[in-house]
């Protein structure tokens, strides 16, 4: 059973950094068959996909065209875990922060959600 | 990116009604869309993956078909768990994006 717990703060300050950590259970942050991501919802934006990190003999990352300036999404194999940072936030960047689990493709295992709102 | 398009935004239909949900694609995306439904205050959960398979524990009454460039998801008779936001998904490029949602009423 999967199990994927995000942690991370609620506020963040304009052009500071966003960062959130999603710790995995039932699962290997370096599976060869899975894969990692981060994914926002707004009500102006909707949900938006963000990024992903997966292990298939060597690290891969894909982010989406909208944040690839300024996003991060790394593992790390320690903790079994991966985080994100997003850099020089403004306003439009308040929403609700998911990670999830993709294999193939399709989102099958989902964190709670944590709402970051960016204001001073 | 490949912009995905959903139609209606908004219905609302009666228990036990067909509801059909559309979605159009940019560019052709091949089979590799997937449908979610969501509802207040959780994550989405996914429905259907590969635009037509249907995910363990998901009812039959949910269904997908399509390729290429438009998809559709059917619930064959509506049921009242049923009230709640869906969204597709193509996953076919490296920058996968989703629909802007239809939400479902129950009358």
């Known amino acids: 059973q999967v199990h994927l717990q995000q942690s991370g703060p609620g506020l963040v300050k304009p052009s500071q950094t966003l960062s959130l950590t999603c710790a995995i259970s039932?699962?290997?942050?370096?599976?060869?068959?899975?894969?990692w991501n981060w994914v926002r919802q707004s009500p102006s934006r909707g949900l938006e996909w963000l990024g992903r990190?997966?292990?298939?003999?060597?690290?891969?990352?894909n982010y989406a065209v909208s944040v690839k300036s300024r996003v991060s999404i790394n593992p790390d194999t320690s903790k079994n875990q991966f985080s994100l940072q997003l850099n020089s936030v403004t306003p439009e960047d308040t929403a609700v922060y998911y990670c999830?689990?993709?294999?193939?493709?399709?989102?099958?295992?989902w964190g709670q959600g944590t709402l970051v709102t960016v204001s001073s | 990116d490949i912009q995905m398009t959903q139609s209606p935004f908004t219905l609302s239909a009666s228990v036990g009604d067909r509801v059909t949900i559309t979605c159009r694609a940019s560019?052709?995306?091949?089979?590799?869309l997937a449908w979610y439904q969501q509802k207040p205050g959780r994550a989405p959960k996914v429905l259907i993956s590969?635009?037509?398979s249907l995910e363990s524990g998901v009812p039959s009454r949910f269904s997908g078909s399509g390729s290429g460039t438009e998809f559709t998801l059917i619930i064959s008779s509506l049921q009242p768990d049923d009230s709640a936001t869906y969204y597709c998904?193509?996953?076919?490029?490296?920058?996968?994006?989703f629909g802007q949602g239809t939400k479902v009423e129950i009358k």
């Open positions: 999830a689990r993709d294999q193939a493709g399709s989102l099958h295992h």
């Open positions: 039932g699962d290997s942050v370096s599976s060869n068959s899975a894969a």
């Open positions: 990190t997966y292990y298939r003999s060597k690290w891969y990352n």
């Open positions: 560019q052709s995306i091949g089979s590799w």
């Open positions: 590969m635009a037509s």
């Open positions: 998904q193509q996953y076919n490029s490296y920058s996968w994006t």
